[in-house]
Antibody, heavy 115, light 106 residues
Framework: EVQLVESGGGLVKPGSSLKLSCVASGFTFSSYGMHWIRQAPKKGLEWIALIYYDSSNKYYADSVKGRFTISRDNSKNTLYLEMNSLRSEDTAMYYC????????WGQGVMVTVSS | DTVLTQSPALAVSPGERVTISCRASESVSTGMHWYQQKPGQQPKLLIYGASNLESGVPARFSGSGSGTDFTLTIDPVEADDTATYFCQQSWNDPFTFGSGTKLEIK
């Protein structure tokens, strides 16, 4: 059974940093590109980052470019999202996801940026 | 960025056929995918590559289209299909999502 379990969310002040983790199981993690997608409260979905299976390429949405960094450790089946200079508009549920066929999303982790 | 436009809401009765549309601002070839999201849950993949049914998804769900116009069809609709349905394109950078269509079963 495919599982993606996110952690690391919480309440932080504007300008702070936070690092999210996503532990994968039930599939060959090291063979797939992985994504982070977020959803602000009562809002739609926003793709924010992609990392290739071997970390050779990384892509970001303009809204997070230069502030967020996606990374992975295939030996630990873990995906990361390091978030710096957080803003109130970054408040959202953050999902890690394997997109495409046999796609799967984690249950999400909430990040709240507020003073 | 590729903008995906969906109608905001639909209401249908059980047993009916419903079509949910998604229009792209530029061609996405067949790089269109459909998700179902129920309240408090993560999105679930229904259709990938415009028309391919994800494993384990009931055959009541189907997808069609290419280029800029896409459709998700549910036939027949069941009460459990109450959810928000999102389209997502993976053809153009960056990936983008539609704003979602909230489906109510009367």
């Amino acid at each position: 059974e495919v599982q993606l379990v996110e952690s690391g969310g919480g309440l932080v002040k504007p300008g702070s940093s936070l690092k999210l983790s996503c532990v994968a199981s039930g599939f060959t993690f090291s063979s797939y590109g992985m994504h982070w997608i977020r959803q602000a409260p009562k809002k739609g979905l926003e793709w924010i980052a992609l990392i290739y299976y071997d970390s050779s390429n990384k892509y970001y949405a303009d809204s997070v470019k230069g502030r967020f960094t996606i990374s992975r450790d295939n030996s630990k089946n873990t995906l990361y999202l390091e978030m710096n200079s957080l803003r109130s508009e970054d408040t959202a549920m953050y999902y890690c996801a394997k997109l495409g066929s046999s796609g799967y999303w984690g249950q999400g982790v909430m990040v709240t940026v507020s003073s | 960025d590729t903008v995906l436009t969906q109608s905001p809401a639909l209401a249908v009765s059980p047993g009916e056929r419903v079509t949910i549309s998604c229009r792209a601002s530029e061609s996405v070839s067949t790089g269109m995918h459909w998700y179902q999201q129920k309240p408090g849950q993560q999105p679930k993949l229904l259709i990938y590559g415009a028309s391919n049914l994800e494993s384990g998804v009931p055959a009541r769900f189907s997808g069609s289209g290419s280029g800029t116009d896409f459709t998700l069809t549910i036939d027949p609709v069941e009460a459990d299909d109450t959810a928000t349905y999102f389209c997502q394109q993976s053809w153009n950078d960056p990936f983008t999502f539609g704003s979602g269509t909230k489906l109510e079963i009367k």
